[in-house]
């Protein structure tokens, strides 16, 4: 048997590799994809699941906060949650318009560039 691949040195990982890498059973993982919607790894032609880095970070993520500080299951879907929802927001006007401008900016830059 070879050396056990590192974090970041493949592009899809197997669960035996990511049981080994998390130091968690496969049943384990296997349940969390069940109980957890945001993890959900691709599955191979033979329907195996292949688990890529970010994968892999989120389930470390979930081991950290139920092994170590203590989080229910739902105190964890709660915390994904709300995080979904603070990625999805709208910024507010005032920075959105601030961010068009500059955005629109570097648009004109690059006009004045080409119209040289």
Avoid: C
């Amino acid at each position: 048997m070879g050396t056990e691949p590192r974090l970041g040195s493949k592009i899809f990982y197997k669960i035996g590799e990511v049981s080994r890498m998390t130091k968690l059973p496969a049943y384990v993982l296997r349940f969390w994809e069940s109980e957890f919607s945001f993890l959900k790894p691709k599955k191979s032609r033979g329907n195996q699941r292949l688990y890529v880095q970010r994968d892999i970070e989120i389930v470390l993520e979930i081991k950290r906060m139920l092994y170590a500080e203590g989080h229910t299951l739902e105190g964890v879907k709660r915390y994904w949650a709300r995080r979904g929802r603070a990625a999805s927001r709208p910024l507010p006007l005032k920075e959105m318009a601030k961010k068009l401008r500059g955005d629109l900016q570097a648009i004109v830059k690059i006009i004045e560039s080409h119209a040289r």
